[in-house]
C-alpha cells in the first residue's frame, strides 16, 4: 500500500479494528455529522476483513441501509494488499470512484494509489478522432456540432474518459468512430502509446493499490483468463464483487459469443474504407465489401419482419434462412482472400482481415449447432440481428478463471438469498467452500412500511388482471398523493397503464422511455408528487429517498418469460440432469429479482412507504411463502382502508389491524 499522511489519525493509537473505524467513537463518527454506528455494517466490515486476511472466499448479502459500500471500502484500504472492485455499472463504477472512495481516503487518512478502468469503447482515440473528420456522414450540421465538442474536449482531457462529456449524448453515432477500438487499435505502434488514453489507464491500473472496474470488463478479463489468452486486469491479491446478483447474467455473455449485422456492416464499411487508403487498386475488396453488406440485409429479411428473439433450431431448417446464412458464410470467405493477399500494405487491412476471420470462425461455430453445452440462439431488431452462442451455464467456465487468480474473494449484494440460503447463487457460479453472512436492513420495515396484497385479484393468465392492476394503482396513487413507482413485467402492461394513467390520473406521470433514464429519475424526485412507470430496468439500480417515493406498485411476480430461448434451454438441461428446473432455478431467479424491486421502496432511515403486490399467487400457491420469507418482515394488510389509513397518518404511528 503507498505512502499514508502524516497526520494524527486513529491508527497511532495502536491496532484497530474496521468495526471500531466505523464505530462511535472512530474517523467516520468524527469526521461525518450525524453519522450512527450501524451493528450490520460492522458486522459486514469485520466479515470481510476475515475473508481478506485468511485469503477465503465470502458471500455476503447486505439489506438496505446496511452500507455495504463502505463495509468493504474500509478493509479495501487498510489491509495492505491490492485490491480490484467491480461494480455492476459505469454509473456505479463513476459513482464508487470518484465520491465514495475519495471520501473513505479522507476520512481514514490514507493515500493508496487508485485508478478507474473502463472498457475500451469508454475511451477516445485520437487517431481515430482525426479520421472521423475526414467522414462525410459527419457533415450533417448536428454530427458535426457533436464531433466538434468532442475535439474541444479532447485538447483538454486528461483520462480520454468519455462520460467526461456533458453536452453529446451517449447515443450518437459519432461515438462509435472516435473511440477506443479493439479491431482498430489493437496493433499500436510503439510511438502511438504515449498518447493513448487506454494504454495510460491500463498502466496506472497495473500500478495501482486499488482498481475500479465494472462486471463487463471484469468478465471479459476472466473470459481471456480462462481461454488462456492476454489479460486486461493486474494480478491482485483482493477481487470484491459489488452487486454480486448481476454476475452470473454478465459472465454468460462473456463466455460466449456473438456476431451482430453490425459487426458485419462495420467489417465492410472499413473493409471500403481501407482499400481507398491503402488498396485502391484491389476492387475485389470494394465489390466483396459491398456485397458483404446486401448478403447480411438478406439474411435479416429471410428472418421475418418481425423483431423476435427464438432458438435457432426453430428457424434454421427453414429454406429461405438455411440459404441466406450459406450464401452470408460464402461472402465471408470471399470478402477474406483479398483482404488476405493485401494486409500486408497496411495496419488497417490487416486489422480488416484479422476480423473477417474471427467473424467466419464464429459463423462456422454457429451453424454448426452441435455442442449442447451452448444455446444458440438468434434476436432481430428493425434493421438488425445478432447470432448468439450463450453456455447453458457459467459454473464451469467462471469457476475454472476464478481457480487462476490465487486471491481473496468478496461476493456481495442487497439480493443473493432465497429464503435464507445462498446456493443458487453459489451454483450458478460454480463457487464451493465459502463462508456466507446474512445482514438484514437496519431500517424498522415493521414500522415504517406496509405490505398491501389486494384481496380478490385474478389469476395473472385472466384477461381482468390488467384492468384489476390498473384500478388498484389508481386508488392507491390517490391515496399516496402520487409519490409513486408502478412496476411491470412487460412492455405491453406498461403501455397500457401509461395510456390508462395519462387519462386518469391527476398526478404528473412519467413513462419509461420518455427521456434517459437518469433524467427520469431526477424529474421524478424533483416534482415531488409525480407518477413513474417502468419495466425491469427501473426495479434496480434506482435510489429516491424521502417522501418523493412513498409507494412501490408491482403488478407481477418476476419470473423469467418462458418463450426465452436461452431460459427453455437451461429449462431442459437441467430437468435432463433430474433437476427441478422451477424449483431450483426459477423461482430463485424470479425472488431475487423482487426482492430488487422491493429494494427501491425504503431507501433511508426516516423513509416510510407501502408495497403493492397485486399477484395473487404470493397467497395461492404453496411457493408463495418463499418470496414472503425472502422479504423484509412488514405488516401485511388485504383491505384498501388500511392504505389510506397509512397514508392519511403518514407521520404518526400506525396501530395494528
Excluded at 264 to 286: C, K, Q, T
Amino acid at each position: 500500500m503507498s505512502d499514508t499522511n502524516p497526520e494524527k489519525s486513529i491508527f497511532d493509537a495502536g491496532p484497530v479494528t474496521v468495526a471500531d473505524i466505523l464505530g462511535n467513537d472512530g474517523p467516520f463518527a468524527d469526521a461525518k455529522p450525524g453519522f450512527r454506528a450501524r451493528v450490520e455494517q460492522q458486522e459486514l466490515a469485520s466479515a470481510i476483513d476475515k475473508c481478506i486476511a485468511e485469503e477465503n472466499i465470502l458471500v455476503a448479502e447486505a439489506g438496505t441501509g446496511v452500507g455495504k459500500t463502505y463495509a468493504y471500502l474500509v478493509p479495501a484500504l487498510t489491509c495492505g494488499k491490492q485490491v480490484i472492485i467491480s461494480t455492476g455499472t459505469r454509473h456505479l463504477q463513476d459513482q464508487l470512484f470518484h465520491t465514495d472512495l475519495p471520501v473513505v481516503k479522507q476520512v481514514l487518512r490514507r493515500s493508496p494509489k487508485v485508478a478507474l478502468l473502463k472498457g475500451r469503447a469508454n475511451y477516445l482515440c485520437q487517431q481515430r478522432l482525426m479520421k472521423a473528420f475526414h467522414n462525410p456522414a459527419f457533415r450533417e450540421p448536428k454530427l458535426a456540432k457533436h464531433l466538434e465538442t468532442i475535439r474541444n474536449w479532447a485538447e483538454q482531457t486528461r483520462t480520454g474518459d468519455t462520460s467526461e462529456v456533458m453536452n453529446v449524448p451517449e447515443s450518437s453515432p459519432v461515438w462509435s468512430y472516435v473511440t477506443s477500438s479493439d479491431d482498430f487499435c489493437r496493433d499500436h505502434e510503439p510511438d502511438d502509446l504515449a498518447g493513448c488514453f487506454v494504454s495510460k489507464a491500463r498502466k496506472r491500473a497495473m500500478e495501482a493499490d486499488i482498481v475500479v472496474v465494472n462486471h463487463h470488463l471484469f468478465c471479459a478479463d476472466l473470459a481471456l483468463k480462462e481461454g488462456s489468452f492476454g489479460e486486461i486486469l493486474p494480478d491482485t491479491d483482493v477481487v470484491i464483487i459489488d452487486e454480486a446478483h448481476q454476475l452470473p447474467e454478465t459472465a454468460a455473455l462473456f463466455f460466449g459469443q456473438r456476431l451482430s449485422s453490425r459487426q458485419l456492416f462495420d467489417l465492410a464499411r472499413d473493409s471500403h474504407a481501407e482499400y481507398l487508403s491503402e488498396a485502391p487498386d484491389v476492387g475485389e475488396i470494394r465489390d466483396r465489401a459491398a456485397a458483404l453488406e446486401k448478403a447480411t440485409r438478406d439474411f435479416r429479411l429471410s428472418l421475418g419482419l418481425e423483431q423476435q428473439r427464438e432458438a435457432w433450431a426453430k428457424v434454421q431448417e427453414q429454406p429461405g434462412v438455411s440459404s441466406a446464412l450459406e450464401h452470408l458464410q460464402q461472402t465471408l470467405e470471399l470478402l477474406y482472400e483479398p483482404l488476405d493477399a493485401a494486409a500486408a500494405r497496411g495496419k488497417g487491412l490487416d486489422s480488416c482481415k484479422r476480423r473477417c476471420l474471427a467473424h467466419l470462425e464464429v459463423l462456422e461455430e454457429y451453424s454448426d449447432n452441435r455442442d449442447e453445452n451452448y444455446v444458440h440462439w438468434f434476436e432481430t431488431y428493425r434493421t438488425g440481428f445478432s447470432l448468439n452462442l450463450t453456455p447453458q451455464n457459467v459454473a464451469r467456465p467462471f469457476s475454472s478463471a476464478l481457480s487462476q487468480l490465487n486471491c481473496s474473494w468478496v461476493f456481495t449484494s442487497a439480493t443473493l438469498a432465497v429464503k435464507g440460503s445462498f446456493e443458487h447463487f453459489e451454483t450458478q457460479l460454480g463457487i464451493e467452500e465459502t463462508d456466507e453472512l446474512q445482514v438484514d436492513s437496519p431500517f424498522d420495515y415493521k414500522k415504517n412500511a406496509m405490505l398491501y396484497l389486494p384481496a380478490n385479484m385474478p389469476e395473472p393468465q385472466s384477461p381482468m388482471f390488467d384492468e384489476s392492476v390498473l384500478s388498484i394503482a389508481e386508488h392507491v396513487v390517490n391515496a399516496s398523493e402520487g409519490r409513486c413507482f408502478v412496476l411491470f413485467t412487460s412492455y405491453r402492461a406498461l403501455e397500457a397503464a401509461a395510456t390508462f394513467m395519462r387519462a386518469n390520473c391527476r398526478y404528473p406521470v412519467l413513462v419509461q422511455g420518455q427521456m434517459p433514464k437518469r433524467e427520469l429519475v431526477e424529474a421524478f424526485q424533483s416534482l415531488g408528487n409525480a407518477v413513474l412507470l417502468g419495466t425491469s430496468s427501473f426495479w434496480e439500480g434506482v435510489d429516491v429517498r424521502g417522501e418523493a417515493l412513498s409507494c412501490v406498485i408491482i403488478d407481477k411476480l418476476p419470473f423469467a418469460s418462458p418463450g426465452d430461448p436461452v431460459l427453455q434451454a437451461r429449462i431442459q438441461g437441467l430437468q435432463q440432469n433430474g433437476i427441478n428446473a422451477f424449483m431450483d432455478f426459477q423461482l430463485p431467479k424470479a425472488v431475487l429479482a423482487l426482492k430488487q424491486g422491493v429494494g427501491r421502496l425504503i431507501r433511508d432511515v426516516d423513509d416510510r412507504g407501502v408495497l403493492v403486490i397485486c399477484d395473487p399467487r404470493l397467497q395461492t400457491k404453496a411457493y408463495g411463502n418463499t418470496f414472503l420469507d425472502s422479504l423484509p418482515s412488514m405488516r401485511m394488510v388485504q383491505r384498501p382502508e388500511s392504505v389510506e389509513k397509512f397514508f392519511a397518518t403518514l407521520y404518526e404511528p400506525v396501530a395494528d389491524e
